[in-house]
């Protein structure tokens, strides 16, 4: 069988039957060897029944989520192709023709572009059409280095194969997300067609939430990308923190008719540890989603890994705790040398405050590389396997 074309599908009657008598004919008139799946999540309305009356196969989602049906409908597919739709008729499902020359091409996901296509009157809320899907899309971009236009595209192909390789997981709305994204960091081949996007024919509200979809969209792009979430802020907090701290170091410094000072210097302290925390959550996360299929392996952390052993983490973080102490017995000392009350308090903590802030640093260096090590144990001997849905 070349082709299946999955719809999801939660109490659609008013509009299933349109959606499925435009796909039937779109594979009788050209010839092609394919079938109809209906993703029920639960429908209450006469849904199922419609479906089956029609020749559709209805493939029964036990778990309530856009996601999930998309998910257990793509599973059940038994085509080479699968081209997924909403089930309210906002798609022309007999207009198949660009997604299915694409596939056939060799590429493995074919995506909608309805701000290329055309969105006609009342088709899609203005905050969705003018903030809500480019914003989002625009993030996308930048995260994960795509050429996409519309993320969020409820129109899609994407071969069976492909399919199975991106392991998605989500179960809500953020499934769209999750396959452009898993698409780009396996470095799969993804194409883009225009489509028309047409007012839905329920009567009822749709079941998207803007704002709470919307950020669990975001949310998603957050989470699969730990390099904007972790390591560019706290990079970001490190590298202010150190050069403005450099300087107080050396005495208060003037802007206009403020002066900052020491209170200064301990804000500054706290900024580098925190990004300093922020930098090593991007490893743990980069290392626990590599490790559980979520992201790809990423050959430059390995090669970190290599040079960066055990010993090595804690050779580095006792030679910088040292250097902690260090500092605070010097400190120490040169107050015991020019006596009580020679140096002024305040100024000994421009020694005091990099001391223990090295210290800090230090120990966690060494935490964290007993943890990292753990972690690595923990991947050599898991089994290569992919959890199911279900898991």
């Not at 040292?322 to 015991?336: D, M, V």
Request: hydrophobic share 45%; charged share 20%.
């Amino acid at each position: 069988m070349e082709l299946s074309i999955v719809m999801p599908c939660l109490n659609e009657a008013e509009t299933l039957a349109s959606c499925l008598v435009k796909a039937f004919s779109f594979i009788e008139k050209n010839g092609i060897q394919g079938e109809v799946i209906v993703a029920d999540n639960g429908s209450t309305d006469g849904s199922i029944k419609i479906a089956e009356e029609l020749g559709a196969r209805v493939v029964h989602v036990p778990i309530r989520g856009y996601g999930a049906a998309c998910a257990y409908g793509s599973e059940a597919a038994e085509g080479r192709y699968i081209v997924m739709g909403d089930s309210d008729d906002s798609y022309d499902f007999s207009d198949l023709g660009p997604f299915l020359e694409r596939l056939r091409e060799g590429w493995d996901l074919v995506m909608g572009n309805r701000f290329r296509g055309g969105i006609k009157s009342g088709a899609m809320p203005w905050k969705n059409r003018w903030i809500g899907n480019p914003v989002l899309t625009g993030i996308g971009r930048l995260f994960f280095s795509s050429y996409i236009g519309d993320f969020h595209c409820g129109l899609r192909g994407y071969s069976k194969e492909a399919f199975r390789k991106m392991n998605l997981r989500s179960m809500g709305m953020e499934f769209a997300s999750e396959m452009v994204i898993k698409a780009h960091l396996m470095g799969l081949r993804i194409a883009e067609v225009p489509t028309v996007l047409a007012p839905d024919g329920r009567s009822r509200p749709p079941h998207l939430r803007p704002w709470r979809d919307g950020w669990r969209h975001l949310r998603l792009m957050l989470l699969f990308s730990p390099q904007w979430l972790f390591m560019t802020p706290g990079l970001l907090m490190m590298l202010f923190g150190l050069c403005v701290g450099s300087l107080l170091l050396q005495g208060p410094l003037h802007l206009g008719h403020l002066e900052f000072g020491i209170n200064t210097l301990v804000y500054m302290a706290s900024l580098v540890m925190l990004g300093f925390q922020a930098t090593l959550f991007w490893v743990f996360t980069k290392v626990f989603a590599i490790t559980e299929g979520l992201l790809p392996p990423d050959a430059n952390l390995e090669r970190f890994f290599q040079a960066f052993t055990l010993e090595v983490g804690l050779v580095v973080g006792f030679v910088i705790m040292a250097c902690g102490i260090f500092g605070g017995f010097e400190s120490l000392s040169f107050w015991s040398s020019e006596g009580f009350g020679a140096l002024n308090p305040l100024e000994s903590l421009r020694i005091v405050i990099p001391s223990s802030m090295g210290i800090m640093i230090g120990f966690q260096i060494i935490l964290a590389s007993f943890f990292l090590s753990v972690l690595n144990l923990r991947v050599k001997g898991r089994p290569d396997q992919s959890p199911s849905h279900e898991a």
